[in-house]
């Protein structure tokens, strides 16, 4: 355990549908972090938040949307998908003294 | 752009053997490189790390490897085991508009045999 914890580990969801996922980390660390994560393909940034500011949004379509209400939690609305989102999403947190970023387990996410 | 990649996409090594993963960057101002280890259905999980001013770090079983000049960095296990059987991806730190952000490598597959 990573102190990261991701919800729901599984998710499929139509095109129409709105879904959000959930990441919680218990490490007092005050970064967090979204990744895609496909087949093959090196982890690609999406979003990054500092002290609940987002401090870099990476070329992201609208379609996926972050919430960090604080520290602790991060959010990743999701709404009007396409299937080429399918993948793995990963959230990670960093504390500002350092530079080794710690995984949830993430979600797998499938989009039919 | 700068980039980060692996050498090999895929690593098969006998049990007890030691195994040397390979990255090479591109990014000559990366200041701080880490391993990390993946295995199926987890998230990335930290190995080991090493800042630019230093060649070489010891772990538990691990070694990574440093080479400023040729931008290369290398993971090595020793003694290998069934449980080492995992994706690994190295990741370079840099700095920019956002503040300090990693970029990872595609990640190499360790397939251990018995």
């Known amino acids: 355990e990573t102190g990261v914890t991701q919800t729901p580990r599984h998710l499929v969801m139509g095109m129409t549908n709105k879904k959000s996922l959930k990441c919680e980390q218990h490490l007092g660390h005050n970064a967090m972090y979204w990744y895609k994560q496909s087949a093959k393909k090196p982890l690609e940034l999406m979003f990054v938040y500092n002290f609940k500011e987002q401090t870099e949004n990476n070329s992201v379509p609208s379609r996926f949307s972050p919430e960090c209400p604080n520290s602790s939690h991060l959010f990743l609305h999701l709404h009007t998908l396409q299937p080429e989102d399918s993948a793995l999403y990963l959230c990670?947190?960093?504390?500002?003294?350092?530079?080794?970023?710690?995984f949830g387990p993430g979600t797998r996410l499938t989009v039919t | 752009g700068e980039s980060v990649g692996l050498h090999l996409p895929t690593l098969s090594v006998q049990e007890g053997d030691n195994s040397i993963i390979n990255c090479a960057y591109s990014n000559s101002a990366s200041d701080y490189f880490i391993w990390y280890k993946q295995e199926s259905g987890k998230g990335p999980q930290f190995i080991i790390d090493i800042r630019s001013n230093m060649d070489k770090r010891q772990g538990q079983r691990v070694t990574v490897l440093l080479n400023k000049t040729v931008k290369h960095l290398s993971l090595q296990i020793a003694a290998t085991q069934p449980g080492d059987s995992a994706v690994y991806f190295c990741a370079e730190n840099s700095f920019g508009g956002g503040g300090n952000k990693l970029t990872f490598g595609t990640g190499t597959q360790l397939k251990v045999e018995l």
């Open positions: 990670a947190s960093r504390h500002d003294s350092t530079y080794e970023q710690y």
